[in-house]
């Protein structure tokens, strides 16, 4: 009960209290404007107008988000394309080079002269093995491409398996030209017709005819080239056929006369323009995936490209599918 005493009680009271304040965590009553589910009680305790629960973290969040989303892609824009190596022109560049330019030398030479001559039967067998070699020394270079390349939400190219397809019809369309070559110059066989226009189907439903179970059906990649690619080849490996090549076709009401598939639906010329398209896509896909050139541009490009050709075919092959001359 002394004085002295009790303001010695006091003051160590009043130091120990400080103490365990500085040292303690907080108690929940301090943080129950973050923690509470009660908006009352919250803006209560903090004396703060009322706000949507979780509205402002949230929104700052996905505006944060957006402008990061904005400022990568305007990056990616701006950014020069990276350049995988230099083009090292081996034994398939310049058999490339030269298949091109004997093709177009082929084609020119073909649309000019109203009758095949010797020059353009040349060309036009030079043009086809030079393509051929250039598309066997390009198949063991098939692994240097990518998998694949998203084009878009639903189309993603297996650029291998799409290269592989373009060899095969280089090898088709350069049989093709030399088939026209030799029935030019050499009598009609029967038995050799049947055999050559037998190995046409077959090859064309060995390497372009889509499986069932094989195909990716909910890949854009398969409308746009697979079955394009597989509806032109398949319906002229058809054509081949002896019964199927040649159909009478109506001058007028008093006579008809024998119209061809090979000589007045898909011509040399047009063999020649498909094969030179084939050569002009695979070089501007290796040069895509050097980063010379847009990869998604270039698919779309050549989409149209095949898609063309189909086009053209098809209005060659109805006159002479309904007899019309």
Known sequence: NHPTSKLLFAHAFTTRAAFFHLTMPPRSENWSSCVSDDPDFVHAKSGTAP????????????????????????????????????????????????????????????????????????????????????????????????MRTVISKNVIPPHREAFRRTASSVYYLSARIAWNCFRRYFASLPTLDWVWGCLAVLYATRYFLPRIHETE???????????????????????????????????NNFS???????????????????????????????????GTFDIRQCYWGSAMVVHSICIYLVVKALPFLFGIN
């Open 51 to 146: 706000l949507a629960k979780a509205s402002v973290p949230s929104q700052h969040v996905a505006a944060a988000n957006t402008k990061v989303a904005a400022a990568a892609a305007k990056q990616r824009r701006r950014a020069p394309r990276k350049h995988k190596g230099k083009l090292r022109f081996g034994a398939h560049g310049w058999s490339g080079v030269v298949s091109t330019a004997l093709t177009s030398a082929a084609a020119f030479a073909a649309h000019y002269n109203s009758e095949p001559s010797r020059l353009s039967s040349t060309l036009s067998l030079c043009a086809a093995m030079t393509a051929s070699i250039s598309a066997s020394s390009g198949v063991p270079l098939i692994g240097q491409a990518p």
């Open 217 to 251: 059906w909910r890949n854009g990649n398969t409308y746009v080239f697979v079955l394009p690619m597989a509806g032109g080849i398949m319906a002229d490996a058809f054509f081949q056929l002896p019964v199927l090549q040649c159909l009478e076709s109506d001058v």
């Open 256 to 290: 008809a006369e024998l119209t061809c598939w090979n000589k007045d639906v898909v011509n040399e010329f047009d063999l020649l323009c498909v094969l030179l398209s084939a050569l002009v896509v695979a070089f501007v896909f290796t040069l895509a995936f050097r």
